[in-house]
């Protein structure tokens, strides 16, 4: 009883040091790629959703739930989580490539790029990159929304890598 309280505790204390270092990481990374704070919060989250994940199994394969009904109950949760993003697999391939797109993807926000589509080639300036979509702002000031996974399927040129920063009021 008493080791398995210890080694819960350490668990805990674990995914908090785990977290600290995640953190820590996103932050250096942010800094290096000159990344803004706001998409280190997202990625942050999101790699410290599985460190919880991670954190609560090994919890309970020390305290030996009982795995019929343990299985029972998570394999019920993945039939309908399965089917919900079977229904919506556009969410999760967004956000997986949000992960991607934080830490290779050359462009930054200020670049203008150029995306390259069957369709319609579009041009704008990088607003703001979230865990769904790239915003663009268009030549005439139109705002863009474009998926993260079609901005990795498709060639995109940087057209200029200097980040234009926005001007203050009065500046001229």
Partial sequence: MYTQILATTGIIIGYFVVSHLIRRL????????KVPLQRVA???KYFNGLSLFAAVVMVSLIWSI???????????IFAIVGVALFAQWSILSNVT???IIFFTFPARIGHRIRILDDEETLIGE??????FQVLLR???????SYPNNLLLQKPVIIV????TLPQAEGDG
């Fill in 126 to 131: 990088i607003v703001e990159i979230t865990l």
């Fill in 66 to 76: 009982d795995y019929g009904n343990l299985m029972l109950f998570a394999s019920s």
């Fill in 138 to 144: 268009g030549d005439n000031g139109e705002t863009i």
């Fill in 26 to 33: 996103m932050l250096s990374l942010a800094s290096a790629k």
């Fill in 42 to 44: 997202y990625i942050s």
């Fill in 160 to 163: 200029n890598d200097r980040v």
């Fill in 97 to 99: 490539s949000s992960v």
